[in-house]
């Protein structure tokens, strides 16, 4: 098997549109489609343009031993925010009866 040249690949185009049929990274791979409708169709030789690659080092996990919270001042006001949140639930009244109290001896 060949090693494929990262540098250069080859593009199968129509002639007439100039539509992209296939991009093969091997000129023989490129001549055999070329080869299925030869009048009709060009092979270009692209290059391969490199952008610079910068590496980028991670720390392997995040330093969770230097965590503080303050919950002070959530325990300050927790009584507080307790009373809004249960005057805020809607109020159900129960139905006024007509009946005497119920009383068990034991």
Same mark, same amino acid.
């Given at each position: 098997? =060949?090693? +494929? *040249?990262? /540098?250069? +690949?080859? #593009?199968?185009?129509?002639?007439?549109?100039?539509?992209?049929? @296939?991009? @093969?990274?091997?000129?023989?791979?490129?001549?055999? !489609? !070329? =080869?299925?409708?030869?009048? *009709?169709? /060009?092979?270009?030789? =692209?290059?391969?343009? !490199? #952008?610079?690659?910068?590496?980028?080092? !991670?720390?392997?996990?995040?330093?969770?031993?230097?965590?503080?919270? *303050?919950?002070?001042? +959530?325990?300050? &006001?927790?009584?507080?925010?307790?009373? /809004?949140?249960?005057?805020?639930?809607?109020?159900?009244?129960?139905?006024?009866?007509?009946?005497?109290?119920? &009383?068990?001896?034991?």
């Amino acid at each position: 098997m =060949n090693k +494929y *040249n990262t /540098e250069d +690949y080859f #593009s199968v185009r129509e002639r007439r549109t100039g539509r992209k049929i @296939c991009d @093969c990274g091997d000129f023989e791979d490129a001549r055999m !489609m !070329m =080869n299925l409708d030869t009048p *009709n169709r /060009e092979i270009v030789k =692209n290059k391969t343009l !490199m #952008s610079p690659v910068i590496d980028v080092e !991670m720390p392997k996990a995040l330093p969770t031993n230097e965590i503080a919270i *303050n919950t002070k001042p +959530y325990q300050e &006001h927790q009584d507080e925010w307790m009373v /809004e949140k249960i005057n805020q639930l809607p109020q159900i009244k129960l139905p006024d009866r007509q009946q005497e109290p119920f &009383h068990v001896r034991v």
